[in-house]
C-alpha cells in the first residue's frame, strides 16, 4: 500500500510517520520516502530503530522546488523517482 502526502502546509510528515509507525507496530515492513528533505531530520533515528526505512534525497542546500533552477529540480525528481523504484522493488508492506 502507498500512501503519498502532499501539498502546502504542514502534517505530512506528521501523518506519513503516524501510519509507518502503526504499520511497524503491527508487524508490518515499512517505509517512507522524504522528497525535499536531506536525511537529517530528527524522527529519522527514532524511525530507524522501529525498523522503518526512510530513503531521502540526501543533497545540500535543499529548499522549496519553486525556488530550484530546472537542473536542481530535474536532478530532484530523478533522486524521487529512484527511491520510489527502490520501495517498490523492496516488497514493503507501506
Known sequence: MIHYY???GKGKTSAAVGACIRAAGSGLRCAMIQFLKNGTSSELTLL???????????????????????????????????????????????
Do not use: P, T
Open 6 to 8: 502532499f501539498g502546502k
Open 48 to 94: 530507524r530503530k522501529c525498523g522503518i526505512d526512510v530513503f531521502s534525497c540526501d543533497f545540500e542546500g535543499v529548499r522549496f522546488f519553486g525556488r530550484m533552477i530546472a537542473e536542481e529540480q530535474q536532478r530532484v525528481i530523478l533522486a524521487h523517482n529512484e527511491n520510489l523504484r527502490r520501495v517498490i522493488a523492496g516488497a514493503y508492506s507501506i
